[in-house]
């Protein structure tokens, strides 16, 4: 073959380091190729997944988007619901770290499956919600109140997967813990802010790829059967673990997650026209910005990284009414303010254990 006949000297500038890498200062990367759609005004986005998810919903919602939220909480003050956490994610789910959590969700929601659980008590003698410990701050006074509020957050479920023209899911974690008794995954240890630890009704499990890869494509399918007309787009937190329970280094068992998180939310992407691939991790943990983009702990994301993702997000998503591919700057600046993210994770960190 000829030189001129190289396959790769037509290539554009995107496909080679140097040219887009290499060349290019940490704010001018830009690893979107193309999108397979974009998100309007008029169109209801509902947003769940792990905590960096909700980065992309305060800027939809500062950015005069229609941030779809069916459980707000209407019936509160804007303190009140700000205080237990209405708004976060578009219903309180708390923290979606598991791609399992996600499906068990949906199951759930349709009564595909009945989890086999009563609330956990909490050291104040009040009760929470097992699959979501964090969501009631002041917890249930009695399993009937915890019941009510179950059935209120999965009406909400329902109408999000219903009526929400995009789907948003960060993807968070492969480790978990689950009930022995019916596999049921939980967002955190019995016993880390509710519940009781019992090695005989709990195990620790860490999902392969193939179980990710499975049951993102059975989530995806049971959202697409319950609304035809929807889109999703998946993206990769990348906060690394704050802890592991594997016998290994926490750098590895991160590295291990988010490596199987990537390849199921490509295979997923790759193999269905109506969900798309973001690279929020990509762009926050690429050896481009030299680390710029965390804070000191190494871990957090700082307002800079979340900045650099949400305009390269709006830029390639994002359409208005004229139909302009970007909201104002001003719009972006208000969407990144450092605001508290809501990260169940941290109690692992943070408890006292005796």
Request: net charge negative.
């Amino acid at each position: 073959m000829k030189q001129s006949d190289n396959p790769y000297r037509a290539l554009p500038d995107r496909n080679f380091w140097r040219r887009c890498l290499s060349s290019k200062g940490p704010h001018e990367v830009d690893p979107v190729a193309e999108t397979k759609f974009k998100i309007s005004r008029d169109m209801r986005v509902a947003t769940a997944g792990s905590c960096f998810a909700q980065h992309i919903a305060r800027v939809l919602s500062r950015s005069s988007f229609n941030y779809f939220v069916p459980e707000a909480g209407s019936d509160l003050t804007p303190v009140e619901r700000d205080r237990r956490g209405y708004g976060v994610f578009s219903a309180r789910f708390g923290n979606i770290y598991t791609v399992r959590q996600l499906l068990q969700l949906i199951d759930e929601a349709y009564g595909v499956r009945s989890p086999q659980h009563a609330p956990w008590l909490r050291p104040d003698n009040r009760l929470a919600d097992p699959l979501r410990p964090s969501i009631e701050p002041d917890g249930f006074a009695n399993e009937a109140e915890f019941r009510e509020s179950r059935e209120t957050h999965l009406e909400a479920v329902r109408r999000m997967i219903e009526q929400a023209d995009v789907f948003v899911f960060t993807l968070g974690l492969t480790e978990c813990w689950r009930s022995r008794r019916d596999g049921t995954v939980y967002s955190l240890v019995p016993g880390a802010v509710a519940g009781q630890y019992n090695p005989d009704e709990h195990e620790f499990y860490n999902f392969r790829t193939r179980e990710v890869i499975e049951d993102l494509a059975a989530a995806m399918k049971r959202l697409k059967e319950r609304n035809h007309a929807l889109k999703a787009i998946l993206t990769v937190s990348p906060v690394p673990l704050i802890a592991t329970y594997e016998n290994r280094h926490v750098l590895t068992s991160t590295t291990y997650s988010k490596s199987v998180l990537r390849a199921a939310a490509g295979e997923i992407a790759d193999s269905e026209d109506w969900v798309d691939y973001f690279p929020s991790y990509e762009i926050i943990t690429g050896n481009f910005n030299q680390g710029r983009y965390y804070e000191d702990d190494l871990r957090e994301v700082n307002s800079i990284g979340v900045g650099h993702a949400m305009r390269i997000f709006m830029k390639h998503y994002a359409v208005g009414s004229n139909g302009q591919s970007a909201p104002p700057r001003r719009a972006m600046r208000a969407g990144v303010d450092q605001d508290e993210v809501i990260c169940d994770e941290e109690m692992l960190d943070t408890v006292k254990w005796d």
